[in-house]
């Protein structure tokens, strides 16, 4: 069957079949909504079936960190695949390449953590995390400190418990979410601050003030852990405001309230540093590691624990017998070899460095082309992450319309110029997050791209 003949072949068992993630469903089934069918992908670039090529400006879903069509991962995985496919990790059972991804990812935490549990996605992870929170409290005698904080356009994942950490209504409304034990807090979002009269320290000291509420009418004694991206992803690409986490990790600390830092966008080098925890300057108890700790060439997720958390736990087992979780797939070898070879490559190539020079690269280019036009609101990023926000009116901030779809228009312009990007949820904000390979005439061909699209777009 030639190409053309199988691409409308596959397009239709596409329609008629596959129930997407993330997808309008009824639009996808109808045909009516264009979706792509890529076949291979070599460094920044995916081509699809019909030969089409496109810079990945988004990495997938911020997650191809190291390019396409890296041989020594695809190596490292049919080796793996035929030495040993699976095993589990469970009764202490491990495999070489688990062990030593174990031993790879706590050399590169933070000094204080020196433990972590595999499993194969950032959603699973953010679950465990939480079980281990409520075990953890229930260890130390204190059963009712179950309550978890988390923030309003936080994304934490799209499960039941995770799901509800997540803070965009998207992934709540007509799923029943969130579920009780979950409250939201502020956004630290300055640019979206109630009070446009507000500077940034003084949205900082509400952010916290906020929280302190929260936490006394609440009581601290009912609130286990605050759980947080240490920038915002996919609720905007939103640095946090200076001086956020130096007022937050202190009132962490006053209540006795947990920090976990999900850290599955900006684990392994996103913002220039191995953690974004390192890059703000945040103590977590937990981290929540995934895409980039194999750079999505396999399925594989990771929590990170502190010492002070690890010695519960143990103790927890030491009186009450194993731990009672784990998954199939817990530490699966084909993820754990993947892992092993992408963390070697990201050293060998210098790669976070690259992602931290090039990032401030693409932001700088970003806002010397769009920050003054006026329908961008604001230009903003950190490493190799940047949005554009876009409005009606920049004087007064006012937002368009979601039923115009000012983002999705912007993201189909760009596509005009084979450069992917991604109209984030929750407002007109264009995203971007490519490989860290990025080259600065890569990154100069997204700007360029993005300024066309933006004209396009007719703003
Ligand atoms: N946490 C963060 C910060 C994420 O960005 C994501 C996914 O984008 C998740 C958790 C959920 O990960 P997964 O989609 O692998 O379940």
Redesign the pocket.
Known sequence: MDDARQNDQLGQWDRDSFLHPSTHLGQHARGEAQGRIIRTGEGVYIEDRDGQRWLDGFAG???VNVGYGRQEIADAIAKQAQELAYYHAYVGHGTEASITLAKMVTDRAPDHMNKVYFG???????ETNLKLVWYYNNIRGLPRKKKIISRWR??????LM?GSL?GLPLFHDKFDLPLSPILHTTAPYFYRRDNFEQNEAEFVAQCASDLEEMIEREGADTIAAFWA?PML??GGIVPAPTGYWEAIQPILDKHDILLVA?????GFGRLGTMFGSEHYGMKPDFI?I??GLTSAYA?L?GSIVSDKVWKVLEQGTDENGPLGHGWTYSAHPIGAAAGVANLKLLDELNLVQNAGEVGTYLNRRMKEELADHPHVGEVRGEGMLCAVEFVEDRARRTFYDPSRKIGAKVVAELAKSHVIGRAMPGGDILGFAPPFSLTTDEADRIVEATVKAVNGAGL
Do not use: F, M, Q, R
């Open positions: 879903l911020y997650c194969l996605s950032g959603s699973d992870a953010n936080g994304y934490h994942g799209s499960g995770t997540t991206e992803g996919t999900d850290e599955v966008i900006t929540t995934a895409k399925p997720s």
